[in-house]
């Protein structure tokens, strides 16, 4: 499988597992808990996977990179966070970023 298909899908799983953690309220819910356990594992495992073809800090920043624009994203609409000028321009910057290092 393409490694950048995978990286892909292991920074979707990130952003799925950083909401997870909101949902879990401290882990102090039991479905929620063991979904947002399970979805790191995966996408820990994802990334290792993709590494073993992308070099380990381009996988690596990535990874954090689509993980955190997409719960940043996620996090508007889900959870009714702010949207202002400098929050749309740190995404923007971080896209940019993830842009960089796949062309690198």
Do not use: C, H, Q
Request: charged content about 10%; overall charge neutral.
């Amino acid at each position: 499988m393409n490694p950048w298909l995978v990286i892909l899908i292991a920074g979707l799983m990130e952003t799925g597992w950083a909401l997870g953690l909101k949902y879990s309220d401290g882990f102090s819910k039991p479905i929620p808990s063991v979904l947002t356990v399970i979805g790191a594992l995966a996408s820990f495992y994802l990334l290792s996977i993709a590494m073993k073809d992308i070099p380990v800090g381009t996988a690596y920043a990535v990874w954090v990179g689509i993980g955190a624009v997409g719960t940043a994203i996620a996090a508007v609409y889900l959870f009714g966070e702010p949207v202002s000028a400098m929050r749309v321009a740190g995404i923007g910057l971080i896209i940019a970023g993830i842009a960089a290092l796949k062309f690198a």
